[in-house]
């Protein structure tokens, strides 16, 4: 864990994250495989729905109960 405060992945923004949303392309990636994005309150919404109508989204869990899938 880095100490630095994990900042939204939506464009432009600079707000704190505060949920994980896992998904995954199963066109590039294995089934296993899970691609992060963060979030701020306000624009979880959005990225669901970005990564939801391709398909991609997989899980939505807030920040501070998100762990990184341990590899094997
Ligand atoms: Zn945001």
């Known amino acids: 864990m880095s100490d630095e405060t994990p900042i939204c992945s939506a464009k432009g923004c600079r707000t704190a994250a505060e949920w994980v949303l896992a998904w995954n392309n199963p066109k590039i990636h294995t089934p296993e495989r899970r ?7 306000e624009h979880r919404e959005h990225l669901s729905q ?16 998100w762990e990184e899938p341990s590899t094997p």
Do not use: N
């Open 35 to 41: 691609k992060t994005w963060l979030a701020c309150e």
């Open 50 to 65: 970005f990564l939801g109508v391709r398909g991609f989204l997989k899980d939505v869990v807030k920040f501070s109960e």
